[in-house]
């Protein structure tokens, strides 16, 4: 393991993560992101959520870090014209009309999709698996990801991996000066980027196979004894 002091980023996901089983914010890991942006440690943002969402929580809380929304496929900074798009909507859109005419009403949307650039969410109302081998069977090639809130599906080539590299690139970094933290299937690849990944003890096993560390405790009391394990704050 890497000292904590070479670790100049923290890549961090949302729901799960910084939030209680009730999905609100936990105020102790609101207030271990705080210090950690004291210490000068630039705090991202990497979610499956949309990019309002993910803007309006880093500006409250103060991060200096872009955020990393729709799994990989968008990232924005307060201060940028407009947002890097990495991906597109097209067959995320084609294979959710797919699934629509396979499995009817049973296909619902998750949240107001106005908002996404280049996924489409919806609810977990058919297991992830399934989706998948329906839409191989059909030739639709999408990358399906789980948050464990939503079934996201999106270009075949994001994935939040893809959107940690530019975010911590544009703060003049490597991924591997990177920690990143997460709770979900769609945090693996987020795991694997960077220099040392920690899945949180309320983690599917999927994640904690690929990670260096994983946490005693779950949601955001995990969040709070990793970056003082790590970044050693009080």
């Known amino acids: 393991?890497?000292?904590?002091?070479?670790?100049h980023v923290l890549v961090t996901d949302v729901d799960g993560t910084l939030t209680s089983p009730q999905n609100r914010l936990h105020l102790p890991a609101v207030e271990a992101i705080r210090k950690l942006e004291e210490q000068g440690i630039h705090v991202v943002f990497c979610s499956g959520n949309i990019l309002c969402s993910l803007l309006t929580l880093g500006f409250y809380l103060g991060t200096s870090g872009p955020v990393v929304a729709e799994n990989g496929g968008v990232i924005m900074k307060l201060g940028w014209d407009i947002p890097l798009i990495l991906g597109s909507k097209?067959?995320?859109?084609?294979?959710?009309?797919?699934l629509r005419e396979t499995f009817g009403e049973r296909i619902k949307e998750a949240g107001d999709q106005f908002y996404r650039f280049t996924d489409i969410a919806i609810r977990r109302t058919i297991d992830r698996e399934t989706i998948v081998n329906t839409l191989n069977e059909a030739g639709i090639k999408v990358n399906v990801l789980d948050s464990g809130y939503a079934i996201h599906l999106c270009d075949v080539n994001v994935h939040k991996a893809i959107g940690v590299r530019k975010a911590v690139e544009t703060l003049g970094y490597k991924s591997e000066e990177a920690l990143g933290i997460g709770d979900g299937q769609?945090?693996?690849?987020?795991?694997?980027?960077v220099g040392y990944g920690i899945a949180l003890n309320n983690?599917?096993?999927i994640l904690k196979d690929v990670a260096d560390y994983v946490t005693e405790k779950s949601y955001g009391e995990g969040?709070?004894?990793?970056?003082?394990k790590i970044f050693r704050i009080q």
């Open 203 to 205: 983690a599917p096993q």
């Open 223 to 228: 969040f709070v004894e990793a970056v003082e």
């Open 1 to 7: 393991m890497k000292a904590y002091r070479e670790f």
């Open 186 to 193: 769609n945090d693996i690849e987020l795991l694997q980027e």
């Open 90 to 98: 097209e067959m995320p859109l084609k294979a959710f009309n797919m």
